[in-house]
């Protein structure tokens, strides 16, 4: 939703991690941030990822597959929070360890959470036939908004 105001961010470019910085692809926007333009953002993405997924398959290194880490037993007590780019906007993972071989708590945190949060002001004022394309194009995912 954001992008579709015209604001470029993306975590991807923000903060890349993996392949990302090796990749070269544009952080689609649009200029009004309505219904069209978000699901206009939306499919323009499609074909920039499309564009993402063809440089990686070029990127893959010939040979036997092999993990490069082992996954530890058992993980340090403390925190931990992560950021990536969803489909849908930033998803934040925390997980917090006692030092056992299980994780203590973790709590994910789905773009659409964010996002639902703009329904209301976003739907004031309109007519009802309005509502549903407005809500439609904010891509949600009602499982995420159920907290």
Known sequence: MLRATGVA???RKEDPILVYPDLDFKIITGTRGDSADR???R???ILESIHII???LDKIPSGPIKPEAKIPKKVPAGEAYY???DPRGEMGMYVVSDGGDKPYRVKVRGP???TFQTLTPLLEGVYIADAVAIAGSMDGCPSEADR
């Open 9 to 11: 961010y993306d975590m």
């Open 39 to 41: 699901i206009d953002v």
């Open 43 to 45: 499919l323009r993405e």
């Open 54 to 56: 063809e440089q990686c």
């Open 83 to 85: 950021r990536v780019e």
């Open 112 to 114: 659409f959470y964010a």
